[in-house]
């Protein structure tokens, strides 16, 4: 089948949508990890920022991440008509 | 869709929530009825069996009620799974016995380092929820080898495919079914083996039956007992040392604590003293190894002296009887005494002060922190494309009803998750304060019940010995074992056997719940992608489903073969198997879906490259296999072998891209393919959904 000029359009967005979102994740995980000693300097809730990064603050932009990546997707794919429907 | 199909998953979605509301009622009746049995003077053993075999007949019943011969049903539980309850069979299908009873353990012994697996074993779903999980949906056939056969072409990708699911999930499987034997041995007493072959009992009816759709709906069971199990002993040790019931979010101050702690062990001169006394150990065996002859003599007459000086020091009784005995039992026969040199040499180890637990890549100097922390990136590295790249884990988002429901699913997964795992660095923090303020200055005739109980039951998990003699417990005279965090945790907070209990049941459905997910994917690697889609693509849908069951009680046998064997590095296999996944699997997956250019021969170099590389240099620096003969190299850049994949994975990457830029692009019937695993719905799609 032929894919149309929106079809190339929906599939960029979902290319930006991703690489943001990867973005986010690299800095949480690998920037996060590179600095922890020097984030452990700075105390957040009572913890050493790195420590508590690594043992939660990470954990949740994970999820966050992954719940932003459904919603936006399912907005995307009404707006380009290439959704499957209601199924719940 | 149909309105009668939108009806039909709303209802079934609501008879779920309905079914498995009451099913959590039902077990947290079913604890408190055992708790107050206690109370009235049931047994300890009892409280094991009731909580053994009532979990596996539960789990067996939803196995014989889940039962199907159609192949779908078998596969992917008839794709009518909602985001919600995959979200939580994935969690149990991902957590493992080395999650559950494990993972605290190794945060309480190496602090912030053991955090690269807390954070590897999440951050891994992003990958799989941005870059795989809806893509494989839209594709939506049964297993991950079916991907890269239509994507790729041809039987080779394929079968690499399959070998590799079977590499990966087959030393994944030994290690869960150690497991269960030793959780079912720690809760009834019975042997080790009768251990194994209860749970395996357990496994089979549920998978044997149902596939897929027994093992999803069993996982969901499992997800809920292991979720409580693990929980209840943490909200009481939390109200015990911070006063609030949800610790997670409170216990800096306890770390604020424990570093205190920390500093005064170290400066504590009698803990210097017990420090001191290993040093000199293993320096004078070290010394004495060079001339063992010589060595041993001065051994003895050292400690001769030492009982000497101490009786006319008038040193209290104790020491003096602890000199007395080091004397008596001195080894007389060379190779004895050899032996025990070189496990003095080992307390170098233990005459370090302990290391602050927050603090990350403790080293000696710039250039061990470094490489600390290179192998923290590393192992964070390997942990999560290993994640987004083992089948068993992938397989399960296949089983949605549509694309958006495999995305809502994967924050689901990772929500139910991270539950446990931002719970074991708590547990971890609190079982230390609770061990280096109350164990740590107890006096050996008054340990604490749950120490001085653990110490009898296994030697391997904790181990407190008076080494300088002066009736006191020093944090230098403990050793534990990392299993003991969660296992001794119930006692550590007051609480009664039957959470304990509890907890083995927890730790139990975790190992049970992985292993019937894993068993199931190497079942369907060799019926479905090797004996239907290779061998025999006219079978009937009944004999593919039998062949798949029988194959699954003959690999099933073979794992709890093996696994009798007790090979040596479980924890090291597991590792290995993650970065095997990472390198075979990740890069043919995801160049597959994002760049229509990859080739089929593409992607067997790289998988192929990848795998090479990966093999090669565990080979090459694990001393498992250097010490079989396999010539030994030195590490690259200081890297642990366990993350082998961190460079399997780029290689991979990199040769998939040079060889398919070098081969002729895909036919359009790939790129069609590819285009439609992009899109959830287009009109006029080709379909390739299996049935």
Redesign the interface.
């Known amino acids: 089948?032929q894919?149309s000029a929106k079809?190339h359009e929906?599939?960029r967005k979902?290319l930006v949508i991703?690489a943001v979102?990867?973005a986010v994740?690299f800095v949480?995980?690998?920037v996060e990890?590179?600095y922890?000693?020097e984030l452990?300097q700075i105390t957040?809730?009572?913890?050493?920022l790195?420590?508590?990064m690594?043992?939660?603050g990470?954990?949740?932009i994970?999820?966050v991440?992954?719940?932003i990546?459904?919603k936006y997707?399912?907005k995307l794919?009404l707006e380009y008509g290439?959704?499957?429907?209601?199924?719940? | 869709?149909s309105q009668t199909?939108?009806f039909s998953?709303?209802t079934f979605?609501s008879q779920l929530k309905k079914y498995y509301s009451f099913y959590t009622g039902g077990f947290i009746a079913f604890v408190i009825a055992l708790a107050v049995a206690e109370q009235l003077g049931m047994s300890r053993e009892w409280i094991g069996y009731w909580f053994l075999f009532a979990t596996i007949g539960l789990y067996a019943g939803i196995g014989i009620m889940s039962r199907t011969a159609e192949v779908a049903e078998y596969y992917v539980a008839g794709r009518r799974v909602?985001a919600f309850f995959n979200g939580m069979a994935t969690g149990a299908d991902w957590m493992s016995a080395a999650s559950f009873i494990g993972m605290a353990g190794t945060l309480y012994l190496s602090g912030?380092d053991g955090?690269?697996f807390?954070?590897g074993w999440?951050?891994g779903?992003?990958?799989v929820?941005?870059?795989l999980a809806?893509y494989l949906r839209k594709f939506g056939q049964f297993t991950i080898p079916d991907f890269l056969g239509a994507r790729y072409g041809g039987n080779i990708v394929r079968t690499i495919g399959i070998v590799s699911a079977i590499v990966c999930s087959f030393v994944y499987v030994v290690a869960q079914i150690y497991g269960v034997g030793l959780i079912t041995a720690r809760m009834t007493g019975l042997e080790f083996g009768v251990g194994v072959f209860v749970g395996l009992t357990g496994i089979l009816v549920c998978s044997m039956l149902g596939g897929m759709r027994a093992v999803t709906w069993t996982q969901v069971a499992q997800y809920l007992i292991l979720i409580i199990a693990y929980m209840t002993p943490v909200v009481w040790l939390g109200i015990k040392h911070t006063g609030i019931p949800v610790p997670?979010?409170?216990y800096?101050?306890t770390?604020?604590k424990l570093a205190e702690v920390e500093k005064k062990i170290t400066a504590d001169p009698k803990e210097a003293e017990v420090r001191k006394i290993f040093k000199d150990r293993a320096d004078a065996a070290n010394a004495g190894l060079k001339d063992p002859a010589k060595g041993m003599a001065e051994g003895r007459a050292a400690a001769e002296k030492r009982l000497a000086d101490a009786q006319t020091a008038n040193a209290p009784g104790p020491q003096i009887s602890a000199f007395q005995k080091a004397v008596t039992e001195y080894p007389t026969d060379p190779e004895k005494w050899k032996a025990a040199a070189t496990k003095d040499k080992g307390l170098a180890a233990r005459a370090a002060p302990p290391r602050p637990h927050?603090?990350?890549?403790v080293g000696k100097d710039e250039k061990a922190?470094d490489t600390a922390?290179l192998n923290?990136?590393g192992i964070?590295?390997c942990m999560?494309f290993g994640t987004a790249a083992l089948p068993h884990i992938l397989m399960r988002y296949y089983t949605t009803?549509?694309?958006?429901?495999a995305?809502?699913s994967?924050?689901w997964s990772?929500?139910f998750i991270?539950l446990l795992?931002?719970t074991a660095?708590?547990l971890a923090v609190l079982a230390k304060y609770d061990v280096y303020t109350n164990l740590v200055g107890s006096s050996f005739a008054s340990l604490p019940a749950w120490a001085a109980a653990w110490a009898k039951v296994d030697p391997t998990l904790l181990n407190i010995t008076d080494f300088n003699g002066d009736g006191i417990v020093q944090l230098a005279e403990i050793v534990i074992g990392g299993d003991l965090i969660v296992l001794a945790t119930p006692e550590i907070a007051g609480l009664p056997y039957v959470v304990s209990g509890l907890v083995a049941a927890g730790g139990l459905a975790a190992a049970l719940s992985t292993a019937d997910g894993l068993l199931l994917t190497i079942a369907n690697a060799l019926s479905h992608d090797l004996y239907y889609k290779m061998i025999d693509p006219s079978a009937s849908t009944t004999k593919r489903v039998t062949i798949s069951k029988v194959l699954l009680v003959v690999v099933a046998i073979i794992a709890a073969y093996v696994t009798s064997l007790k090979p040596g590095d479980i924890l090291f296999l597991v590792g290995a198997a993650f970065s095997l996944a990472a390198s075979a699997f990740f890069p043919p997956l995801v160049l597959g879906i994002f760049w229509k250019r990859a080739t089929k021969w593409g992607a067997i170099m790289g998988m192929s490259a990848g795998l090479a590389v990966c093999i090669y240099y565990m080979m090459r620096t694990y001393p498992f296999f250097t010490n079989m003969g396999v010539p030994k190299m030195d590490l690259w850049f200081g890297l642990n072998p366990i993350s082998a994949g961190m460079f399997g994975l780029p290689v991979g990457l990199l040769t998939i891209f040079i060889v398919s830029l070098l081969t002729p692009e895909p036919d359009r019937e790939t790129q069609?393919l590819v285009?439609h695993v992009?899109?959830?719905?287009?009109?006029?799609?080709?379909v390739t959904e299996a049935t």
């Open positions: 089948m894919l079809h929906y599939w979902n991703t979102l990867l994740w949480a995980t690998f990890a590179w922890a000693r452990n957040f809730l009572g913890f050493p790195g420590f508590y690594s043992a939660q990470s954990l949740i994970y999820v991440i992954i719940y990546y459904a997707m399912r794919d290439v959704d499957e429907g209601e199924l719940e | 869709m199909a939108t998953h709303r979605k909602p912030f955090l690269a807390v954070m999440t951050g779903y992003c990958l929820a941005l870059f809806p997670q979010f409170a800096g101050q770390l604020q927050a603090e990350p890549y922190r922390r923290f990136i964070v590295f999560m009803p549509s694309v958006q429901q995305r809502e994967v924050f990772l929500f991270f795992y931002f660095p708590c069609e285009e992009r899109y959830p719905h287009l009109r006029g799609d080709i």
